[in-house]
């Protein structure tokens, strides 16, 4: 299926009432006994609203499992708690701030972060060799755009042990899908180019591994990172139009391409759209 017809299908299906939109469900908690089967009870652990927003970007990525949250940050913080007191982390040497404010917060448990550049094989080879438990990669990065090779660093993650994360933030499912190039989880700022209008605040996190699936959602409904369902309802609207954040697939005038690859790394050389609103100074 090419990526226009599953933008357009996702998140589509009708539910019971046969609404062709996913309506919005404003309830924070339910009355069990109109239920056939009950299973929605309060809104921090389940909400129909923001579970169509959670099939739309899993279909975007051919998975079966996403999560959504209240925040980029909230992902992070999700995703980070993978990792065991005394654990260890590898990452790109070039992150988001805010990323690196979320690592900052892992000294409190005993967890060592290492930046490594993340484009020399072996740089990278020389971190794994003590091993890891997760190894957090962000292709292309923020603000360098690095373009780390993910078809080769995740099988070397993964001889490590470590769980391999990919921020694709940037290059939204648009122009990449890291869990076909052997991530395990796939992480957004949803604020960013899937809802794109600068009018949503949120993150997600995607995977095709059923156990991790479940403990972001333990997590989640533990700490109540959710977002809110007109959130939701918006973050869906909008991502039906995330192409449109990248002009250079799109037939919009006046966009240039560049072609950006790392060195050694054929599998990572690619075209990215550059417009004057590729720099990011958003937080999210």
Same mark, same amino acid.
């Given at each position: ?100 404010? *979320?690592? #900052?917060? =892992?000294?409190? $448990? ?7 550049? +993340?484009?020399?094989?072996? !740089? %990278? ?75 949503? *605040?949120? #993150?997600? =996190?995607?995977? $095709? ?7 972001? +959602?333990?997590?989640?409904? !533990? %700490? ?61």
């Amino acid at each position: 299926m090419r990526f226009d017809t599953r933008l357009l299908q996702s998140g589509s299906d009708p539910d019971a009432t046969g609404a062709t939109v996913p309506p919005l469900h404003l309830a924070a908690t339910y009355d069990t006994r109109w239920q056939e089967q009950p299973r929605y009870f309060y809104t921090r652990s389940e909400n129909p609203t923001r579970e169509a927003l959670e099939r739309t970007l899993a279909f975007l990525e051919d998975a079966p499992f996403a999560t959504v949250h209240s925040s980029g940050q909230a992902a992070g913080e999700t995703v980070l708690s993978l990792v065991p007191p005394g654990g260890r982390l590898v990452a790109s040497d070039d992150v988001y701030g805010g990323t690196r404010a *979320l690592f #900052g917060l =892992l000294a409190g $448990r005993g967890v060592t972060v290492d930046h490594v550049d +993340l484009t020399d094989p072996a !740089a %990278v080879r020389t971190a794994l060799s003590d091993g890891a438990d997760m190894v957090w990669i962000e292709a292309p990065t923020n603000p360098l755009l690095k373009i780390a090779d993910l078809a080769r660093l995740g099988p070397l993650a993964r001889r490590s042990g470590a769980v391999v994360v990919v921020d694709n933030t940037l290059a939204s499912p648009v122009l990449q899908r890291p869990l076909d190039l052997g991530a395990d989880v796939c992480l957004y700022s949803t604020t960013k180019s899937i809802a794109g209008h600068s009018d949503v *605040l949120g #993150g997600a =996190l995607v995977c $095709r591994r059923a156990d991790l699936h479940d403990r972001f +959602l333990a997590h989640r409904t !533990a %700490v109540g990172a959710v977002p809110g369902a007109s959130t939701a309802t918006s973050c869906t609207a909008d991502s039906r139009r995330c192409r449109c954040a990248w002009p250079g697939r799109s037939t919009t005038p006046g966009c240039s391409r560049t072609r950006w690859s790392a060195p050694d790394c054929p599998s990572a050389t690619r075209d990215w759209p550059t417009t004057p609103s590729t720099t990011w100074r958003g937080g999210r």
